[in-house]
């Protein structure tokens, strides 16, 4: 049986930046997909590469979205190009990825902000245009390479890294509680990547907890900082593309998916924020009350949302809960699982924290 999974080379250091010179010196023309801050923090940096090189600079306007690729696509309609550079957050490299997949051409990715795997992994979260979520875009193999400039991570604002941990640390819970539920369906037989990718995720959860208040308080790059954007950007990565995709996700991504029906979700919180919280709701219906107590010590040190009325507004909640509980409730990531989740169990536990 051929079983295919790759991984992308990753480069990290303090400067990156001849490192990435070097790279791309085989490609003549290189098509540029970022977001306007991602970009105004490195093109002093960016362009000094690309001198005797044909390229473009697209934004992708604010959204993963098939409708935001097509329009940078028709862009570029007339143009050669051999090489993607997506740079930024999760949203601005997973359009890059969706990009360089249409045109079958290779992408390197250059993360800006360390908020999620993007970077590394071999899908596409896909949005609408209004934010709300609409699917996941999966790509036979990751992007090529990825470039971690540290000092750029940073230079960037303290939330995403936050927000990044709280993505990464969903990884670990998110991936046993599956992959529990499968071995037991199959007599606890699993295939090896999916064990692998198993194992990996512990990374996801004990680098966070062990590194993750010291490295967020502290003001250098160091080795424990090193080891938080190490976790959100490629161990993260490394799981993803590993397990089925049915293992990839679950209860707190589902959280999190539902919540972005409500208009004011993504404008005032972020990703991993959300779904950091997730997690307690997870734990929660699980039953494993005790590793909830355990987070919410390392919850608090950090700020993480630990209540419902956190992340979202009460009236708009009220005024959407049934289309929010079922959209939770029938997410890509728990809609085929025979698991004990209801709307009346998912509304008490919401409502419990």
């Avoid at 790279?23 to 977001?35: A, P, V």
């Avoid at 939330?159 to 990044?164: E, L, Q």
Wanted: with cysteine; aromatic share 12%.
């Amino acid at each position: 049986m051929f079983e295919n999974f790759s991984f992308t080379s990753y480069f990290i250091d303090k400067n990156i930046w001849n490192c990435l010179k070097n790279e791309i010196i085989l490609y003549d023309n290189i098509l540029i997909i970022t977001g306007e801050n991602s970009f105004n923090s490195i093109e002093e940096k960016i362009f000094p590469l690309l001198d005797g090189k044909k390229y473009s600079v697209e934004k992708y306007n604010g959204e993963c979205s098939y409708e935001n690729v097509d329009k940078i696509l028709k862009n570029i309609i007339n143009k050669k190009i051999d090489l993607i550079l997506g740079i930024g957050g999760g949203k601005a490299i997973d359009t890059a990825k969706i990009a360089a997949f249409r045109l079958g051409i290779d992408i390197f990715t250059i993360p800006t902000i360390a908020s999620t795997c993007s970077a590394t992994s071999a899908l596409s979260v896909v949005y609408n245009d209004d934010g709300s979520f609409k699917e996941f875009f999966d790509f036979p193999s990751p992007p090529k390479k990825t470039f971690i400039d540290l000092k750029t991570i940073k230079a960037a604002p303290e939330k995403y890294i936050w927000a990044g941990m709280g993505d990464t640390l969903a990884k670990f819970y998110e991936v046993r509680m599956k992959y529990e539920y499968v071995s037991s369906k199959n007599n606890g037989k699993m295939n090896y990547p999916n064990t692998l990718g198993k194992e990996i995720s512990h990374l996801c959860g004990s680098v966070i907890l062990e590194n993750g208040i010291f490295a967020y308080f502290s003001e250098n790059i160091n080795e424990e900082f090193k080891k938080i954007v190490l976790a959100i950007i490629v161990n993260t990565g490394m799981v993803s593309n590993l397990v089925e995709e049915f293992l990839n996700g679950s209860i707190a991504h589902s959280v999190f998916y539902g919540l972005t029906l409500l208009p004011s979700l993504e404008k005032e919180h972020l990703h991993g924020e959300v779904v950091a919280f997730g997690i307690l709701v997870q734990l929660l219906l699980e039953g494993k009350k005790e590793e909830f107590e355990q987070l919410l010590p390392f919850y608090k040190k950090l700020s993480f949302p630990t209540k419902l009325l956190e992340i979202v507004k009460k009236e708009e909640f009220e005024k959407m809960e049934d289309k929010v509980l079922w959209a939770i409730l029938t997410g890509p990531d728990i809609i085929d699982m025979e698991f004990n989740i209801n709307k009346e169990n998912l509304r008490k536990v919401l409502f419990s924290l």
